[in-house]
């Protein structure tokens, strides 16, 4: 076009870099809508040792997106850490509560409850067990 300079290579190869970025964000978001995102894992999955999580504190396990949590009493319980809002992953737990990346949605890691909206139902239970130091959770673990 006359009067219009060309783009330079780096303006084409900036745009491109960003554009798969933002189309992953619009999906993670965007399958909430009819409840059918994977809420747990479908198989055990070995997250890590057991002496990683103290009494009365709460580990996520970003990958897995799963959160154990330890009672006083020494038990665990484990959530799945996908938003039951709009499915999104949910990235963040400061002490015991999480908070999602996409609305702000804030869980109880301990019970999974909601403690702040826009959710309105709590995170999926999941089975969880130690099996020789290590922390197992998932369908039937």
């Known amino acids: 076009m006359p009067g219009r300079p060309a783009a ?6 900036r745009g491109a870099a960003l554009t798969p970025v933002a189309g992953l964000g ?10 059918g995102w994977p809420a747990t894992p479908t198989a055990p999955v070995e ?11 709460a580990k996520l396990y970003r990958d897995a997106n799963v959160v154990v949590s330890r009672a006083g ?17 949910i990235n963040k ?11 702000g949605s804030e869980f109880d890691a ?18 969880v067990e130690a099996r020789n130091g290590k922390i ?3 369908s039937g673990a």
């Open 73 to 89: 009493d020494g038990s665990l319980k484990a959530y799945s850490t996908i938003c039951t809002h709009a499915g999104c992953a």
């Open 8 to 13: 330079s290579r780096r303006t084409v190869l």
């Open 47 to 57: 997250l890590g040792a057991e002496s990683e999580i103290p009494k009365g504190a």
């Open 110 to 127: 301990t019970n999974g409850k909601v403690l702040q909206a826009p959710a309105t139902e709590p995170l999926h239970e999941l089975s």
């Open 26 to 35: 619009l999906a993670a978001c965007s399958s909430g809508a009819d409840g």
């Open 136 to 138: 197992v959770a998932g």
């Open 93 to 103: 737990l400061a002490g015991t509560t999480l908070t999602c990346p996409c609305h």
